[in-house]
């Protein structure tokens, strides 16, 4: 097998690729992140620094680790920058055109014929992105969960042109380098935790859009009743409406089926901007801080 991951892209500094640098970093790797601008990569960094001091305060690690892992994250704007990485994460927008341009890039920079080039898509088929590389062996999904630093599972998703050295490499970097529990999923819609969940979520809009019960009793009614950590329409909320539509529909678009169907309260909030805790409101208000 290929020597262990300790050199890691991610593209993307939002808030699962600012995750998934940070899980990265706080596990000892060397971590260089991509964001389309000076600024975006700015916002990037000072979230994950956020996130490393709540870990500080709540005790998971130290300063001094805090620090360290600061110090193991740099950041480009210039994809070719990712010329000697082992593994690179994409995690931008759900748009597979954008995504397909990202890893034909990524497939000419990156050297290592041994490198992964994984996507954090939540929902997009990975052989159509693999399509878009001349080596699709390399191509696979790596699907992290929000919160990243909270939640321990990673689904490894191979396409039919995966190679299996490549996926045992990424399993390898999530288990042994982030200890994080691991599942293999095939390349359908929606894996296997978003085929469960986003249709649960979808149901529980539509129950509250029919004025069957307030938000706030569905999330009450969930967490108490079946022991959840959070309602669904909160876990909305925190996924983000336009993610949560975005999965919907392209599991719509796959299996054809009612219950992926898109709710129209939740069409209307992300037509509205309203896509959750990450703007301020959703199904929820979040008044800042
Ligand atoms: N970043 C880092 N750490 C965080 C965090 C964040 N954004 N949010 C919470 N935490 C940590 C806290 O520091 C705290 O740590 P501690 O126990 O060591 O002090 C711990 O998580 C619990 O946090 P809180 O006490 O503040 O709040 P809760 O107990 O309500 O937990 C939660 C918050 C962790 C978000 C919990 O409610 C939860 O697990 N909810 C379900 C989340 C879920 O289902 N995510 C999956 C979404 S699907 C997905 O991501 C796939 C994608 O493709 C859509």
Not at 69 to 93: H, K
Not at 201 to 206: C, H, P
Request: proline residues 4%; glycine residues 8%; charged residues 25%.
């Amino acid at each position: 097998m290929s020597e262990a991951v300790s050199r890691v892209g991610v593209v993307g500094a939002g808030q699962m690729g600012g995750g998934i640098a940070e899980v990265s970093a706080r596990a000892g790797a060397d971590v260089l992140v991509w964001e389309a601008t000076e600024e975006l990569a700015a916002g990037g960094r000072a979230r994950i620094l956020k996130s490393l001091d709540r870990a500080v305060s709540s005790g998971k690690i130290t300063e001094r680790e805090r620090d360290q892992a600061a110090e193991r994250l740099t950041f480009t704007t210039d994809l070719a920058d990712f010329a000697d990485r082992q593994l690179v994460v994409e995690a931008i927008v759900e748009n597979e055109a954008v995504k397909a341009e990202v890893f034909g890039k990524l497939d000419e920079v990156v050297t290592d014929p041994d490198a992964v080039l994984a996507s954090n898509t939540s929902s997009l088929p990975i052989q159509r992105i693999a399509t878009a590389t001349k080596n699709p062996g390399r191509v696979l999904g790596l699907h992290f969960f929000n919160p990243v630093p909270v939640l321990p599972l990673v689904e490894v998703i191979s396409s039919l042109s995966t190679s299996e050295a490549a996926a045992a490499r990424a399993e390898q970097f999530a288990s042994e380098v982030l200890g994080k529990q691991v599942v293999r999923a095939t390349d359908r819609s929606g894996f296997i935790v978003n085929a469960l969940l986003v249709p649960y979520l979808l149901s529980a809009i539509r129950m509250y859009e029919s004025g069957f019960a307030t938000a706030e009793d569905i999330d009450k009614g969930m967490m108490l009743g079946c022991a959840h950590p959070m309602g669904p329409l909160k876990l909305a909320d925190l996924v983000g409406l336009d993610t949560v539509k975005f999965i919907a529909d392209a599991m719509y678009a796959e299996y054809k089926e009612p219950t992926y169907a898109a709710p129209p309260l939740l069409l209307r909030l992300v037509e509205a901007g309203y896509v959750g805790k990450k703007s301020g409101r959703g199904i929820y208000e979040y008044p800042a801080k």
